[in-house]
């Protein structure tokens, strides 16, 4: 079939490989440690699912405004005041299908043939392609593991082009969990400043923080950068909703109305029912978040210290998020990577063979040093992924 190019230069997610090939060993009976999943363990809080009934037996059913309902705009801007000080209108809100939904719709207006947006790597796995999609150009800067994985200013300064239209941070971080601090992100919002990038701050795990840190992104630093700065956030990983679907974008109104269009002429409103319910997230008690970051605070540590102590492994502390991105190279010289495969990808396939354990390469992020753990699974399962893996190390000898 003639395929438009769009798709055709898009990659299959190896990821999607990844967990088909751990869905197919279990169906066999096998028991897989599954690190894989980036969604929390965690159930929706039942306050959350009562709204969503709720809304199914009061009849909120139908189409809603495009851009989200009034009552959960006003929930959102609530929230960015409450929260962070940042002042927004509802013109300056989009509420869409997933937080993914809304990077896209901004990605479309935002980006076209010839602009160049800057990608720290690692990196979530949809940025590239979704600059793809728009016609523009992914220019992925690589940082580095001794700066925990964060971008420095002078490492921006070095990738700009005259061509560089934006630059797209994400803190915490998946795949690391690296936060970034107040000052770092002073120090990238005077190149932003200096020479008129947009940035796109992506914000889904802000409240997914440990050590007491307090959450700061770029906008909240100047009004000339929240000028500038389109934010991404959802309910998706703060209330485990991951299936409801909703996300929002907040920013300059201009942009926000171009998105808002492109939705309209695409998917229309995100779910009625989904709405009333990411409503009730945002307004009501917030003790299940407290719960489930202490509970993810205590497998940070824990998975931390395991990978730890298995010799020649590096890794930063992650302060959020529910990710940790350790560095096996030091096994690397010892793996047979099958035809085309990087080492990150041959040490996964022998960990899912060897230690029945599923975990994501490295590459997929942009850096094949390293395997994401996602620790939303169960302290026990943890224990016993740690082993596995250590054991599978142990047997590839030196
Ligand atoms: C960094 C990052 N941004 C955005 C998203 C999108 O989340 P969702 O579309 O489920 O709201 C994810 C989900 O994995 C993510 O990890």
């Known amino acids: 079939m003639e395929l438009a ?6 990659p299959p997610s190896a990821t999607l490989a990844l967990n088909a090939k751990a869905n197919q060993l279990k169906a066999q009976g096998v028991d897989i440690v599954n690190f894989g999943v980036g969604e929390p363990d965690f159930e929706t809080p039942d306050n959350i699912r009562e709204a969503g009934i709720k809304a199914i037996r009061e009849g909120h ?6 851009g989200g309902t009034p009552e959960l705009k006003e929930a959102i801007i609530r929230r960015f005041q409450e929260d962070y000080g940042l002042a927004y209108k509802p013109g300056e809100i989009l509420v869409s299908c997933g ?9 479309q207006v935002l980006f076209e043939a010839g602009d160049e947006v800057i990608i720290p790597a690692p990196f979530w796995v949809s940025y590239p392609p979704m600059v793809m999609l728009a016609d523009a150009t992914p220019v992925v800067v690589p940082t580095r593991q001794e700066n925990g994985f964060k971008l420095t200013a002078l490492e921006l300064r070095q990738s700009l082009t005259p061509k560089t239209k934006a630059l797209v941070l994400n803190s915490p971080s998946n795949p690391t969990g690296m936060v970034y601090t107040r000052k770092e992100l002073e120090a990238l919002g005077e190149v932003v400043l200096e020479k008129g990038l947009y940035v796109v701050s992506d914000d889904i795990y802000d409240k997914i923080l440990f050590d007491g840190e307090k959450f700061v992104n770029i906008a909240m630093l100047s009004p000339e950068l929240k000028a500038r700065t389109f934010i991404l956030n959802g309910v998706s990983k703060t209330y485990a909703m991951t299936g409801w679907r909703i996300g929002y974008l907040a920013g300059p109104q201009e942009g926000i109305a171009a998105a808002t269009n492109l939705q309209s002429q695409s998917t229309s409103n995100p779910t ?5 319910a990411a409503a009730e997230a945002l307004s009501g008690p917030q003790e299940a978040v407290a719960a489930m970051v202490k509970e993810f605070a205590w497998r940070r540590d824990d998975i931390l210290r395991r990978s730890l102590e298995i010799p020649g492994v590096t890794c930063p502390k992650p302060g959020g998020a529910f990710y940790l991105f350790p560095n096996f190279s030091a096994y690397y010289d010892r793996l047979k990577p099958g035809a085309g495969q990087s080492p990150s990808q041959a040490l996964a396939d022998y960990l899912l063979t060897e230690a029945r354990l599923a975990a994501v390469p490295g590459n997929e992020f942009g850096e094949d040093n390293c395997l994401r753990f996602s620790y939303a699974t169960s302290r026990e399962r943890i224990a016993t992924g740690l082993t596995r893996i250590k054991e599978a190390l142990e047997k590839l000898g030196k």
């Open 5 to 10: 190019r769009r798709i055709r230069q898009i």
């Open 61 to 66: 059913t139908r189409y809603t405004p495009v």
């Open 99 to 107: 937080g993914k939904h809304g990077l896209y719709n901004l990605f």
């Open 272 to 276: 009625s029912i989904s709405q009333k």
